[in-house]
């Protein structure tokens, strides 16, 4: 809006960047351009101020599709009057001589126009495209229609009017008719995730049963290796027994000989179970058991003496 100043019955008018100004005296054009600022007669003067700038309009309509669904678009005009001059003719564009404010609504004119002109070329294309056709590809159907449509305007054009861009912000059904077409496609993610979840499950359950199998078969290989050790340490034991009680010697340290037996010395062994008795023919006759001094007995004429295994040691017994 226009700036304008009372100084002794004169108006002094000063416009903003992006306003055009046509200033008319007395008929005539006195100014005219952007920018401008002058003094005027407010009774001889007729001024008109037209934007320059670019300017937005959003608007929304409601369309049908093929199959007589409802389907509202919302859009965006960018759009800038780029011939003031037709403009200022074709639509009221004045204002007041004393407050600067437009006498009229031109830009509510334009709002209208544009709308109605949009709406139009967006209704007849929705109205031959299907409705998931449209919410597939309508946004850049619509869009293209809508641009080709307002450039071939011949009205706008004659208005000086240019539409720079058209975007369409959303295509939306009836909310009944959203739901409706979301459920198989949520419901379709809804079974691929559980197909994920039961996948999951799945692999887990197998895993814990390789995991099962394989500790069932580490205790068996165990149980089996311990059945190996027990069998071994069993005939170790025994080997080393035997072994032991094979070793377990007997012998006649000092020995006279035996008019009987004619025996000089005597030794041997003894093993697990057996027993061997020595008949004593001697009075000076001394028998240790397992070699040790202090198991020694003094033996008389004609005692028997045995001996035997006993806890792996060689024992003597009387």
């Known amino acids: 809006m226009a700036d304008i100043t009372k100084r002794f019955g004169l108006r002094h008018l000063r ?8 200033h008319l005296h007395g008929g005539r054009l006195a100014h005219e351009g952007t920018g401008l600022a002058f003094w005027f ?29 409802d389907l509202a678009v919302q859009a965006t005009l960018t759009y800038r009057i780029t011939d003031p001059e037709r403009a200022a003719a074709r639509i009221d564009f004045s204002i007041a001589p004393d407050s600067g404010e437009w006498q009229g609504d031109p830009l509510d004119q334009l709002a209208t126009l544009l709308t109605e002109t949009a709406q139009q070329h967006a209704l007849e294309l929705i109205a031959r495209t299907p409705l998931a056709a449209a919410l597939a590809d309508g946004v850049r159907t619509v869009r293209q229609a809508v641009s080709d449509g307002l450039a071939g305007d011949q009205r706008l054009a004659e208005l000086g009017l240019a539409v720079l861009a058209v975007r369409i912000t959303a295509l939306r059904p ?40 394989n500790e069932l078969t580490n205790r068996i290989e ?20 035997e072994q032991q009680a094979a070793e377990l010697a007997w012998f006649v340290r000092e020995a006279w000989p035996s008019p009987v037996t004619g025996t000089t010395l005597v030794e041997g062994r003894c093993t697990a179970g057996e027993e061997l008795a020595l008949t004593v023919e001697s009075d000076q006759l001394v028998a240790f058991g397992d ?15 045995r001996l035997r295994v006993a806890r792996e040691r060689l024992r003597l017994v009387v």
Request: aromatic letters at 2%; hydrophobic letters at 40%.
């Open 15 to 22: 416009a903003v960047p992006t306003a055009h100004i046509r």
């Open 41 to 69: 007669r407010p009774l001889a003067a007729a001024i008109s101020e037209v934007p320059a700038d670019d300017r937005e309009l959003s608007l929304v309509c409601h369309a049908r599709t093929a199959e007589f669904q």
């Open 174 to 213: 009836e909310p009944e008719m959203e739901r409706a077409l979301r459920t198989p496609a949520r419901e379709q993610v809804q079974q691929e995730a559980d197909r994920a979840t039961y996948g999951r499950r799945a692999v887990a359950v197998e895993r814990e049963r390789k995991i099962a199998e």
């Open 222 to 241: 165990l149980a089996r290796q311990e059945e190996e050790l027990v069998t071994r340490q069993g005939a170790n034991a025994r080997q080393e027994a």
């Open 291 to 305: 070699g040790v001094e202090s198991d020694a007995l003094q033996l008389t004429w004609g005692q028997t003496v």
